[in-house]
């Protein structure tokens, strides 16, 4: 079993900055896929961004230049740094794991960022 853990969020001002954290236990390694999804109130859930195994990104156009996905695979964590940070970021943040192996696909139970404008 996967377990994730997401720490980090919290209010901020826009313009500022946040960055979260995804503490993985579990049977994760390093060669599965990680990623930050967010869901604001009303909508769907959509993704964030995603880091392979060699450190490939996939960032959503929203956020690009302005969020950074990273991974330390001694540590099994991924952190999200956020910056220039506007009230439509504002929603719950989720980390997602999934195994290559297998097709697994783990969540964390979500961290709320809120940004005031």
């Known amino acids: 079993q996967v377990q994730l853990v997401e720490s980090g969020g919290g209010l901020v001002q826009a313009g500022g900055s946040l960055r979260l954290s995804c503490a993985a236990s579990?049977?994760?390694?390093?060669?599965?896929?990680m990623g930050w999804y967010r869901q604001a109130p009303g909508k769907q859930r959509e993704l964030v961004a995603v880091i392979g195994s060699g450190g490939s990104t996939n960032t959503a156009d929203s956020v690009k230049g302005r969020f950074t996905i990273s991974r330390d695979n001694a540590k099994n964590a991924v952190y999200l740094q956020m910056n220039s940070l506007e009230p439509e970021d504002t929603a719950v943040y989720y980390c997602?794991?999934?195994?290559?192996?297998?097709?697994?696909?783990?969540w964390g139970q979500g961290t709320q960022v809120t940004v005031s404008s």
């Open positions: 579990g049977s994760i390694f390093s060669r599965d896929v």
């Open positions: 997602n794991a999934v195994s290559v192996l297998t097709g697994a696909e783990f």
